[in-house]
């Protein structure tokens, strides 16, 4: 079985964001960068899955970034992938979602694939699409959050959990498939130092557009980022005090109805 | 906000893309293995022992012993980051790593016999056997060749009398590495099991150091072992000295962690403490500090990896490791107190990392060779004189 992990290299949750000069992206240097923490449990449910196929299933990891995006790869191989394709292009420095998912299409494609997984969405600018465009190209059904997997026997069909408002809503769909993984789904693994040094041996496959057969960057013009911009400031701070807490909470409520206006 | 230690120099960029990776792997288990319950195991006086397990699958036991043995063929410089990693969590921790891998692993990989390093290592990597080391005695600590724990050849056995002290690791281990004098006063090693008659290993207790850490005395009465259990290889002193050059190597890096650890609490809190109506980050006392702090982070930090990629080229000398063990614990002592200083009624707290860093560093201050201690090998290395030797 053909098991791919799709991965995004994104800046770590914890790092400091700050919008360049020209307010085209953010400023990079000094910022940690990481494997999308959603994609995380698509690469474990890809490792688990071959896990227990135990029958000579890859797990291979697809991802269309920048040259840098190389150190995220590295560690999903170091979590146990067997191998990856890392799409690079100068042509996708500023990519949409269309974009990538038309790009990791052609990737996936000319791989083969039985299953697709992928985080519910990165972390960064949280659009949450290229799963759902990618089944559309591929023609293959999506489940989206998923919080449980489980793979049938004979691995043409799957039974999946995706938490809703106020419960589980259970699913079975036909493979192949692309399934979004959610918080819950599983505990990703470390990458072990004996993985990290096997995964120096293996093979990172680049890939330009002109590779996968892309001409043009497709998806550009249907929309564009104009412009990034820093929150604005919060506005300032009003201490309500009167000797009686009563009286505060009163003051704060007549203040709150009548000139903020929102009780 | 998560922890973000400084790196005012880009270090980062000194690194390669493996030592990168472990390094990272090493902190997310600290962060969420090791953080939430280092306090709480701190004050109980307990090592939490289901670390064990977590650190070997994470494969940083002993990593850089080869393959074939259990370990991962690491560069000294990724052993460094590990246990800059390990301690930044707890220098208990990093202490059962250290004595695990440098002064168990070690010395049976350098010392042992092919049969003893198929025997021991994998199950040492693998956390299935804890090790400890036994060289210091009660009124043998600086002076190791003033032990009196004696080894007597009898046939096919040897017999151990003699009791160690201050060692690590030493009530829950499985095997002891225990250094002792035959009769002609050669020092040789030897593989004790825990099991063996006449050998018992009461825990030392009361400790305000190094509390997340087990800590014993090792008797031995008659203990009895075959002859195979003597690791063949050894060269008198030598053999047990090699093995602490490889501890204080790693020492060195883990103050590096603790000063990354304090420095980044320090900052942290003079940011969000107000008094007299601003941060007390504004007052150019606590600036003066923070500055002091990165500054000796800063130096120890170049200095570690300096003496890591002389190891990895194989040109690490004893007195490399003494002048960053020495430089590099002390400077984290006395950044460790600082901070706790700077946290004002709060650093009292295990709330706070400071004051735990700070206790535990009197002992890493004291282990290893003192600070003393390091001061004369550097003093005999820039004269030639030894101002401690006895002959």
């Given at each position: 079985?053909?098991?791919?992990?799709?991965?995004?290299?994104?800046?770590?949750?914890?790092?400091?964001?700050?919008?360049?000069?020209?307010?085209?992206?953010?400023?990079?240097?000094?910022?940690?960068?990481?494997?999308?923490?959603?994609?995380?449990?698509?690469?474990?449910?890809?490792?688990?899955?071959?896990?227990?196929?135990?029958?000579?299933?890859?797990?291979?990891?697809?991802?269309?970034?920048?040259?840098?995006?190389?150190?995220?790869?590295?560690?999903?191989?170091?979590?146990?992938?067997?191998?990856?394709?890392?799409?690079?292009?100068?042509?996708?420095?500023?990519?949409?979602?269309?974009?990538?998912?038309?790009?990791?299409?052609?990737?996936?494609?000319?791989?083969?694939?039985?299953?697709?997984?992928?985080?519910?969405?990165?972390?960064?600018?949280?659009?949450?699409?290229?799963?759902?465009?990618?089944?559309?190209?591929?023609?293959?059904?999506?489940?989206?959050?998923?919080?449980?997997?489980?793979?049938?026997?004979?691995?043409?069909?799957?039974?999946?959990?995706?938490?809703?408002?106020?419960?589980?809503?259970?699913?079975?769909?036909?493979?192949?498939?692309?399934?979004?993984?959610?918080?819950?789904?599983?505990?990703?693994?470390?990458?072990?130092?004996?993985?990290?040094?096997?995964?120096?041996?293996?093979?990172?496959?680049?890939?330009?557009?002109?590779?996968?057969?892309?001409?043009?960057?497709?998806?550009?013009?249907?929309?564009?980022?104009?412009?990034?911009?820093?929150?604005?400031?919060?506005?300032?701070?009003?201490?309500?005090?009167?000797?009686?807490?009563?009286?505060?909470?009163?003051?704060?409520?007549?203040?709150?109805?009548?000139?903020?206006?929102?009780? | 906000?998560?922890?973000?230690?400084?790196?005012?120099?880009?270090?980062?960029?000194?690194?390669?893309?493996?030592?990168?990776?472990?390094?990272?792997?090493?902190?997310?288990?600290?962060?969420?293995?090791?953080?939430?319950?280092?306090?709480?195991?701190?004050?109980?006086?307990?090592?939490?022992?289901?670390?064990?397990?977590?650190?070997?699958?994470?494969?940083?036991?002993?990593?850089?012993?080869?393959?074939?043995y259990?370990?991962?063929?690491?560069?000294?410089?990724?052993?460094?980051?590990?246990?800059?990693?390990?301690?930044?969590?707890?220098?208990?921790?990093?202490?059962?790593?250290?004595?695990?891998?440098?002064l168990v692993m070690y010395p049976i990989w350098k010392f042992g016999s092919e049969e003893q390093k198929m025997e021991y290592l994998p199950k040492l990597?693998?956390?299935?056997l804890i090790g400890c080391f036994g060289l210091?005695?009660?009124?043998?600590?600086?002076?190791?060749?003033?032990?009196?724990t004696r080894a007597h050849k009898d046939g096919n056995h040897w017999i151990l009398n003699g009791?160690k002290?201050?060692?690590?690791?030493?009530?829950?281990a499985d095997i002891a590495v225990v250094w002792a004098k035959d009769d002609?006063?050669r020092i040789r090693g030897f593989v004790v099991h825990k099991e063996d008659k006449g050998f018992s290993a009461?825990?030392?207790?009361?400790?305000?150091?190094?509390?997340?850490?087990?800590?014993?005395?090792l008797v031995f009465e008659d203990v009895r072992i075959p002859a195979d259990r003597e690791l063949p290889n050894t060269?008198?002193?030598?053999s047990p000295?090699?093995c602490?050059?490889?501890?204080?190597?790693?020492?060195?890096?883990?103050?590096?962690?603790?000063?990354?650890?304090?420095?980044?609490?320090?900052?942290?809190?003079?940011?969000?403490?107000?008094?007299?109506?601003?941060?007390?980050?504004?007052?150019?006392?606590?600036?003066?500090?923070?500055?002091?702090?990165?500054?000796?982070?800063?130096?120890?930090?170049?200095?570690?990896?300096?003496?890591?990629?002389?190891?990895?080229?194989?040109?690490?000398?004893?007195?490399?490791?003494?002048?960053?063990?020495?430089?590099?614990?002390?400077?984290?002592?006395?950044?460790?107190?600082?901070?706790?200083?700077?946290?004002?009624?709060?650093?009292?707290?295990?709330?706070?990392?400071?004051?735990?860093?700070?206790?535990?560093?009197?002992?890493?201050?004291?282990?290893?060779?003192?600070?003393?201690?390091?001061?004369?090998?550097?003093?005999?290395?820039?004269?030639?004189?030894?101002?401690?030797?006895?002959?």
């Amino acid at each position: 079985m053909k098991i791919i992990v799709l991965l995004k290299r994104v800046p770590d949750t914890e790092a400091k964001i700050l919008i360049n000069q020209e307010g085209t992206g953010i400023r990079e240097d000094g910022v940690k960068f990481v494997i999308n923490p959603h994609d995380e449990y698509g690469i474990e449910e890809g490792l688990k899955l071959r896990e227990k196929l135990a029958d000579g299933s890859k797990v291979t990891v697809v991802c269309a970034g920048p040259e840098e995006a190389t150190e995220a790869i590295r560690t999903a191989l170091a979590m146990g992938a067997d191998d990856a394709v890392h799409v690079c292009d100068p042509k996708l420095a500023d990519p949409n979602p269309f974009t990538v998912s038309e790009v990791l299409a052609k990737a996936i494609q000319a791989e083969g694939f039985d299953v697709i997984f992928c985080g519910k969405q990165a972390i960064d600018d949280d659009l949450a699409q290229v799963q759902s465009i990618l089944a559309e190209k591929l023609d293959i059904p999506q489940v989206n959050n998923a919080t449980a997997f489980e793979m049938a026997a004979d691995c043409r069909s799957a039974k999946l959990s995706r938490r809703i408002e106020g419960g589980d809503e259970k699913i079975e769909t036909s493979m192949p498939a692309i399934i979004s993984c959610d918080k819950g789904l599983n505990e990703p693994r470390y990458a072990s130092l004996p993985g990290i040094m096997k995964a120096k041996k293996k093979e990172i496959r680049k890939k330009s557009l002109a590779d996968l057969g892309i001409a043009e960057v497709p998806g550009t013009g249907r929309s564009r980022v104009l412009k990034w911009l820093p929150l604005p400031k919060g506005g300032e701070c009003r201490i309500v005090a009167a000797e009686e807490t009563v009286d505060a909470v009163r003051e704060l409520a007549r203040l709150l109805r009548e000139e903020a206006k929102v009780i | 906000m998560a922890y973000q230690p400084l790196d005012f120099y880009n270090i980062e960029e000194l690194l390669n893309e493996e030592e990168i990776l472990i390094r990272d792997t090493t902190r997310k288990f600290v962060d969420k293995e090791v953080m939430p319950i280092i306090a709480e195991e701190w004050e109980a006086a307990t090592f939490p022992k289901s670390l064990i397990q977590k650190m070997a699958e994470l494969g940083i036991l002993g990593p850089f012993v080869p393959a074939k043995y259990g370990g991962s063929e690491a560069s000294y410089t990724t052993y460094g980051l590990i246990c800059q990693e390990l301690e930044r969590g707890d220098s208990g921790v990093r202490s059962f790593a250290s004595v695990q891998g440098s002064l168990v692993m070690y010395p049976i990989w350098k010392f042992g016999s092919e049969e003893q390093k198929m025997e021991y290592l994998p199950k040492l990597a693998s956390g299935k056997l804890i090790g400890c080391f036994g060289l210091t005695e009660p009124d043998a600590g600086s002076d190791p060749r003033s032990m009196i724990t004696r080894a007597h050849k009898d046939g096919n056995h040897w017999i151990l009398n003699g009791a160690k002290m201050w060692i690590t690791n030493g009530s829950m281990a499985d095997i002891a590495v225990v250094w002792a004098k035959d009769d002609e006063g050669r020092i040789r090693g030897f593989v004790v099991h825990k099991e063996d008659k006449g050998f018992s290993a009461p825990e030392q207790k009361h400790k305000v150091s190094l509390r997340a850490s087990v800590t014993s005395e090792l008797v031995f009465e008659d203990v009895r072992i075959p002859a195979d259990r003597e690791l063949p290889n050894t060269s008198d002193l030598k053999s047990p000295l090699m093995c602490l050059t490889s501890a204080r190597y790693g020492i060195a890096w883990g103050a590096v962690g603790v000063l990354q650890a304090v420095l980044d609490e320090a900052i942290r809190y003079s940011q969000e403490r107000i008094m007299f109506g601003k941060p007390i980050a504004s007052f150019q006392l606590t600036q003066q500090k923070l500055a002091e702090l990165a500054t000796d982070l800063s130096n120890s930090q170049l200095a570690a990896l300096r003496v890591g990629r002389l190891a990895d080229e194989g040109k690490m000398k004893h007195y490399h490791v003494s002048m960053i063990k020495r430089h590099n614990v002390n400077a984290a002592l006395l950044g460790a107190r600082k901070v706790r200083g700077m946290l004002g009624a709060n650093g009292i707290t295990l709330e706070y990392q400071a004051i735990r860093h700070m206790c535990n560093m009197e002992s890493v201050q004291t282990y290893e060779g003192t600070f003393e201690i390091h001061t004369l090998i550097l003093g005999e290395h820039l004269t030639g004189i030894s101002a401690f030797s006895n002959t």
